[in-house]
């Protein structure tokens, strides 16, 4: 026995049989939350949340108009790039890199299942991208309900359409991260292309198609067709779905289809090219 | 003491390759040496043994009982430590160990002390706390050993447990995992391709080849030469020897300071060597080194199973 090796101690603990999602959640978590990449949008988004609602104060003393809806639906547009940004930095590699690097063999050869192993990976990965969406959401409606004493016509309502909005998008990315890792075997490759694409696309909506969106307009008379990124498809959503009336230009079902669409298609890549073992040789 | 594991008909295919079987025997309780060469089905065989994968058809018994994917109650008596790295190379040898510890049911507070005491046995106590990226090759192998043992198993599975470790630290590696064995009364299933390492650790034996068990028993019975016969050496000279095996007809062939005599009856060894004026110096039946016996068995051994 190499010196200073002790005897081999024995143990006469219990073993719990319960689900081992919880275990593989809680750690998933505290290793994104100590991850830079995930604690940069993090920071950003809750500190932009901050500096709003900061400016928010100033004028509450004064009364002014300045808390209206629309000003809140300005505020949350930003809200799905944080969203977007944390599912693809820690949504892609998740499952992947465990797979790569052999992880998935140490935790299936435990006593954890495949359903508690993805259970709880995903169930953290909902919970950091839920909590960059959902959070400036809560951040800003409780700043307002502390720092005014008037609302705006249905801002009780507001909330609940507003989280749900926030979740429902982190569900969509979360499971677009996951199904790209999937496919494309690169979960930076993945990273890339999930914040590239939405980012072009964007891009190209607002600017480059502005022409095209004329030549619209004179195919469809009445402005009845517009030409949108998904990021302005599920801006649009949020003034329909917390019944403000702010003039998103279409009509808001159409983000739910794309929603929808997308939300498939993550879901469904993952399925398929699900994470499992064997295949070796060996 | 429970048969270690037992197969019935068992086979395996990844699409139209078949990986392994049809495996049909019994590994006895104790140490047993997994041997083959690369693609024989060596990990395919443990991944089923630890329902990490399901068999294509057939069943597999691990200490008397049933495995099945996602049937926790057998991985909470198997400590296993898989060929690849398994690990999270940003914690620390305690947080690895202990995540170890949790996943298999442990609660957070026992599972970290458990690991302290684990990693000062595998001799990793001075780095705990460092990443587990900065380890070498030798602690990663003791760090798969520290996690395999963290729940304390009645059975260790062991794949490649001394790959890419220099000689000193594998010495040290197999002394604690023979102490494990022989002090502690673990069961262990050791896959590999070092025979070395199987002739120092286990008592019994498994050959695999493209899937198949080309042989399987206790290692003196798998290093039995199958055409028997005698080793000896005498003082006098071993030319006269020669001379006086050959003289009487006796097949008889140089083994190293030896003669391999080719003779079933000692007796009749030392009645020729009296014979001849000689005196016995060694005489011992002719065994195959595992080296010898393995690639009799994985060049043309008949399966058995």
Redesign the interface.
């Given at each position: 026995?190499?010196e200073?090796?002790?005897?081999?101690?024995?143990?006469?603990?219990t073993?719990?049989?319960?689900s081992?999602a919880p275990?593989?959640a809680g750690?998933e978590l505290r290793?994104a939350l100590n991850n830079l990449w995930i604690q940069i949008p993090l920071v950003l988004i809750l500190a932009y949340a901050v500096a709003v609602v900061g400016q928010l104060s100033s004028f509450s003393r004064g009364g002014t108009g300045i808390h209206t809806l629309s000003q809140f639906v300005t505020f949350l547009d930003v809200v799905p790039w944080a969203g977007l940004l944390v599912a693809a930095i820690m949504g892609a590699p998740l499952l992947l890199e465990d797979q790569r690097?052999?992880?998935l063999?140490?935790?299936?050869?435990?006593?954890?299942?495949?359903p508690e192993y993805l259970g709880g990976k995903i169930a953290a990965l909902l919970a950091v991208t839920t909590l960059a969406c959902v959070g400036p959401v809560l951040l800003y409606y409780v700043a307002t309900m502390l720092m005014f004493q008037n609302h705006p016509e249905g801002w009780e309502w507001v909330l609940p359409g507003a989280l749900a909005w926030a979740f429902l998008w982190a569900v969509m990315v979360s499971g677009l991260a996951l199904g790209l890792a999937a496919v494309s075997r690169s979960s930076r490759g993945a990273t890339l292309l999930l914040l590239g694409s939405f980012a072009v696309l964007d891009v190209f909506a607002n600017n480059v198609f502005a022409g095209a969106q004329r030549l619209v307009d004179v195919l469809v008379p009445g402005g009845a067709a517009r030409i949108v990124s998904p990021m302005n498809a599920w801006d649009a959503q949020l003034p329909w779905m917390i019944g403000a009336t702010v003039d998103s230009g279409f009509e808001g079902w159409w983000g739910l289809v794309l929603w929808a669409v997308l939300l498939a298609l993550g879901w469904g890549l993952l399925a398929w090219k699900r994470p499992r073992?064997?295949?070796?040789?060996? | 003491m429970a048969a270690l594991a037992e197969f019935e008909s068992l086979v395996k295919f990844y699409g139209s390759h078949q990986a392994l079987g049809p495996l049909s025997l019994s590994l006895p309780g104790g140490a047993v040496g997994l041997l083959g060469p690369n693609g024989a089905g060596k990990t395919t065989l443990l991944r089923i043994l630890m329902g990490v994968i399901p068999p294509t058809s057939g069943t597999v018994r691990i200490l008397g009982e049933e495995v099945n994917p996602g049937a926790k109650a057998v991985r909470r008596k198997i400590g296993y430590a898989p060929e690849g790295e398994a690990l999270f190379p940003e914690l620390s040898g305690v947080e690895a160990v202990s995540f170890a510890g949790r996943l298999v049911g442990m609660g957070k507070v026992e599972s970290i002390e458990r690991a302290h005491q684990v990693l000062d046995y595998v001799d990793l106590g001075e780095a705990r706390y460092r990443r587990v990226e900065t380890f070498s090759t030798g602690m990663r192998q003791r760090l798969k050993l520290a996690q395999a043992l963290v729940h304390d198993p009645a059975l260790l599975v062991l794949d490649e447990p001394t790959e890419g470790v220099d000689p000193e630290a594998r010495i040290a590696l197999l002394e604690l995992i023979a102490e494990l064995r022989a002090e502690h009364g673990l069961q262990v299933l050791l896959s590999t391709h070092l025979l070395n390492d199987v002739e120092r650790l286990a008592t019994h034996a498994l050959v695999l080849r493209d899937g198949r068990a080309v042989t399987h028993g206790p290692l003196s019975e798998l290093k039995r030469a199958p055409a028997g016969g005698y080793l000896v050496r005498v003082a006098g000279g071993m030319d006269k020897l020669q001379e006086a095996l050959t003289a009487r007809g006796v097949a008889w062939e140089p083994a190293a300071a030896n003669l391999r005599v080719s003779l079933d009856d000692p007796r009749e060894v030392l009645r020729i060597v009296a014979q001849a004026g000689l005196v016995v110096r060694h005489l011992a039946p002719f065994e195959l080194t595992l080296d010898e016996a393995f690639t009799q068995a994985v060049a043309g051994g008949a399966s058995n199973a």
């Open positions: 026995m190499p200073g090796v002790h005897g081999y101690p024995r143990w006469t603990g073993l719990s049989t319960g081992a275990t593989v750690e290793r690097q052999g992880a063999e140490l935790y299936l050869s435990r006593a954890v299942t495949l073992l064997g295949g070796a040789a060996e | -």
